[in-house]
C-alpha cells in the first residue's frame, strides 16, 4: 500500500514502483513563493518524493468564517506535481484559527482543574465538542472536494497527532460524552455501579448525570471511573477520526487514509492498536529522547509500531535530522546517527520515511527546530546528509512492500494494563510498564536475540516465547489464551504484579497473580513493594529493585530458579517457572533491570530453545530484524555501538554496506547494512 503509494498517480519521475517514501512536513506557507521553486528544486536533489502539506494551514485557508483562500495551495500542489513530488494531503483541522476560538470559546479544551487552555499554541480543541466538530467537518469537506483527482493527493493525512495535547479534556462536553459512552458500555445503571465498584466511598450512582469525569478530586478518584475515561478519551478522538474519514471516503473514494500516531517515549492516552483498525496504513512520529536506552527505544518504538500494523509495513510520518525543541536540552544528532535512525525505522517496517520538517522555520516555536533544509542553507553538512540518505533509501527500493518475519520471541505490550498499572492508590507509584517491557527489549538486544513487539490483537501464536511483563489486566479469556498459549508448546514469562485485575480493574480473589496464577503454579498473599533506592539480592547474583512478592510454590513440578538471598523474603523463590501442558510459564516477582534480565533470559529461553542468530563476536553488538517478501528475506544489521564491528558467515546480496573480499560486512560506528538473501 504504500509502496505503490507514489506509483498511484504515474510515478512522475519515471522510477520504478514500489519504492520507499522520502520526505517531510512542508509548510510553505511559512515563505513567500520565490522559495517554493527552489524548495521543490531541492526535494528532487535530495530524492524526497513525497511531502504532507496544509497540516497547521486552517487560518491560511479559511481567513473568516466565510471566506476560502485556496490559491496558495492550488499553486503549490501543482508545482510539487510538476516536480514529481507526492502530496499526503492533510485535512488542515489540527489547530483552530483564531476567528473560531473568539466566536466559540465553548470549543477550547479543559483540565481536571478545570483550568481552559487557550488558544495561542495548537490543538486547542475538545474531542467531544459539536461546534468543533462542526466547524472541522465543513472544512475536511471543502479540502477533499477541492483536492479530489488532484493528481499531487496520494493520501489524506487526518488532522495532526490527535490526542498530542488535547487527549484529556474534562470540560462539560466531556461530561455529556462520557456519560453516553458509559450507557453504551454498560446499558444500565447498576451495571455501572457493578463495574466500578460504587458500593466504595458511598459513591452509588442512581441518575446517569451525577456522573462526571474525574476531575481534581479531594483523593484519588474511583479507579474504574479512571481506567473508563482513558478509554473514552482515546474513543473520543477516534470518534473524530472516523468523523472527518468518513467524509474523504466518501468524496475520494479511492484515495487511502491515516493519521499521524506517537508511539514513542511515555505517549499512552491513544488506544494505537485499536485506532489501527480505522485507517487505511498505520503511520508514526518518533522523536529520540536522549538517554542510556534512547536507539532501544527507537527500536522498540518502531518495532511496537509495525506489531500495531499487524506486521505490515508502516509509515514513518515524523522524526528529526538533528535537534527538537521541545526537550530540556536539544541535543545536535551526532554523525551517523541521522542515517542510522532512519534505516532502523525502515529495518522494523517502514516502507516511508519523512522528517518533521523540510525547512527549518525562521519563526515561530519551532524555530530552532531541525529539518531537512537547515537555517545554514543547502550549502550545509546536514542537506548533504539528508541527500545521502535519499540516494540510499532509492538502493532499498527493493525491501518496499515486505513484511515483518516474526520473531522467536514475542513482547506483549497490553494499553489496558498500561493505562491501570499506572493508576494511583497503588502499592507503588514508581512502577513503569513501558520501561519494565523496554528493559526486556534491551536485554534481547543485547543477546541478541529478536523479539517482536506484539499486541492483544496479534497472533501470539506466532511466537516460541512470549514475555508478557506486568500484564496487570488479565479479562478471563486472554488468561484462556495465554494457557492455550502454554499447553500447545509455547513459553510464557510474566513478571510481578501481573494476573492481578479483570477488565473492571476487579481483582481476582484468592491469591497473586489472580488470573494467572493456577497457570504459574504459585500463590502471593501479599505485595512487597521495595522504596525507591532500596534492592535485594537475589541468589543467582541478580539484583531486584522496586517490587518483591512473597511468593509460595503451589503446582508440583514447579522450578524455583532463582531465590531472595536478601531482605524479608530471604530464602523464598524469586523466579519461578512451571512446565505446563507442552510449554512451561514463569514467573519473575521483582524488577531486575536490563543486567538482571540480560543475565537471566538464557536460562527462560532454554527450553524454547532460542539462542542469538549471529556470530557470537557481533551477537548484542549489533541488532538485527527481518523483513520478508515472497522471494527475499531482508537482513538489516545495525551496529548499536560506537565501535565497528566485523559481522562474519552471512550471505546474500548487500543492499546497503560494504563486505570485503572474504565477504566480511564491516559496520562502522552506528552503521548500518542490509543484506538480500533469497528465500529457499
Ligand atoms: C510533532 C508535530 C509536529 C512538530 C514536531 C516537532 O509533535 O506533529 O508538527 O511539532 O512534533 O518535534
Redesign the pocket.
Known sequence: MISTLLSRRGGADGAPAPRLVYGA?YNPEQWPRSVWEEDVRLMREAGVNLVSLA??SWARIQPAEDVWDFTWLDDIMDLLHAGGIGVDLATAT?SPPPWLTAAHPEILPVTARGETLWPGA?QHWRPTSPVFREHALRLVRQMATRYAGHPALVAWHVN??LG?HNVHDYSDDAARAFRDWLRNRYSTLDALNDAWGTAFWSQRYSDWEQILPPRLAASHPNPTQQLDFKRFSSDALKDHLRAERAILREITPGVPVTT?F?VMGGTKGMNYPDWAEEIDFVSN?H?VHPGPQDRDELSFSANLTSGISGGRPWFL??H?TSA???QPVNLAKRPGDLVRDALLHVAHGADAVCF??WRQSAAGA?KY?SAMVPHAGPDSELFRTVTGLGATLKALSPVAGSEREPAPVGILYDWDSWWASEQDSHPTTLLDYRQEALDWYSALLALGIRADLVTTRGDLHRHQVLIAPVLHVVPADLAKTLTRFVEQGGHLVTTYFSGIVDENDHVWLGGYPGALRDLLGIRIEEFGPLPAGESVELDDATTGSLWTDRVAVTAPGTEVLARYRTGVHAGRPAVTRRPAGRGSAAYVSTRLGVEGVTSLLPRLLAPAGVAGELPEDARGRVETAVRRDAAHRYLFLVNRGEQAVPVRGLSGDVLVGVADADGVLTLGPRGVAVLRQPLA
Do not use: G, K
Request: with cysteine; glycine share 0%; proline share 0%.
Open positions: 512536513d497540516i497547521f489540527a495548537r495532526n497527532e498530542c499521524n506517537m512520529d522523536y510520518m515524523e528529526s527538537v525543541n521541545w518533521f520538517q519551532e527546530h
